[in-house]
């Protein structure tokens, strides 16, 4: 059985860091992802990285603020946030897709896990 299970998330004040991390089992996946869906917003995507960790993507509105990185030890992949500002309060979901490459096609999501970063 496939699963994504996302920790890492709290409330934290503008300025402030959190890394996220995606606990997936079940299979082995190729490039992984963070989404984030904000109240009365569509979901976007914020980061990705391959299965090798060589290549990553980032939505201009985190880069240089966020890292994304992973452990295929631990089948794990982890979003540092840095410089917190409010509005990049959200629900972040982490995906898996079944490719090696950067792909907006992703196969598996995680419930979510809430970050909310006050003024």
């Known amino acids: 059985q496939v699963q994504l299970v996302e920790s890492g998330g709290g409330l934290v004040q503008a300025g402030d860091s959190l890394r996220l991390s995606c606990a997936a089992s079940?299979?082995?996946?190729?490039?992984m992802g963070w989404f984030r869906q904000a109240p009365g917003k569509e979901r976007e995507f914020v980061a990705a990285?391959?299965?090798?960790?060589?290549?990553?993507s980032y939505a201009d509105s985190v880069k240089g603020r966020f890292t994304i990185s992973r452990d295929n030890a631990k089948n794990t992949v982890y979003l540092q946030m840095n410089s917190l500002k409010p509005e990049d309060t959200a629900v972040y979901y982490c995906?898996?897709?079944?490719?090696?490459?950067?792909?907006?096609?992703?196969?598996?999501w995680g419930q979510g896990t809430q970050v909310t970063v006050s003024s």
């Open positions: 995906a898996a897709s079944r490719l090696v490459i950067i792909t907006p096609r992703y196969d598996y």
């Open positions: 079940g299979r082995t996946f190729g490039t």
């Open positions: 990285i391959t299965w090798s960790g060589g290549s990553t």
